[in-house]
């Protein structure tokens, strides 16, 4: 069974970081591309970044772009997102997602995901 779990979301104020932690288990996880999503409420899903199985190959939301970093440690099994200079139209849940090493649609169709977590909340307050 795939799991997906999140964590580090938090309430930060705005201008701080964050690091989101996503912990896989149930695949082989250096033989998928990793996606972090986010939804803000009354809004739908977007992408915020995509990295592929070697590291080689990062993504960004050009919301985000500058200001997030995705990273993955295959060792540990696990994906993250540094967060910083945040700004309070970052608050969402933010998901990760997987899917499959040779899937070479565009990496921010969300549809292309196979698996994904629980989500983690952000709030950024002002």
């Known amino acids: 069974q795939v799991q997906l779990v999140e964590s580090g979301g938090g309430l930060v104020q705005a201008g701080g970081s964050l690091r989101l932690s996503c912990a896989a288990s149930?695949?082989?996880?250096?033989?998928?591309?990793l996606g972090w999503f986010r939804q803000a409420p009354g809004k739908e899903r977007e992408f915020v970044a995509a990295i592929s199985v070697s590291s080689r190959n990062t993504y960004y939301a050009d919301s985000v772009k500058g200001r997030f970093t995705i990273s993955r440690d295959n060792a540990k099994n696990t994906v993250y997102l540094q967060m910083n200079s945040l700004k309070p139209e970052d608050t969402a849940a933010y998901y990760c997602?997987?899917?499959?090493?040779?899937?070479?649609?565009?990496?921010?169709?969300?549809?292309?995901?196979?698996?994904w977590g629980q989500g983690t909340q952000v709030t950024v307050s002002s």
């Open positions: 149930g695949l082989t996880f250096s033989s998928h591309t």
């Open positions: 997602a997987a899917r499959s090493w040779n899937d070479y649609s565009n990496v921010r169709d969300q549809g292309r995901y196979g698996y």
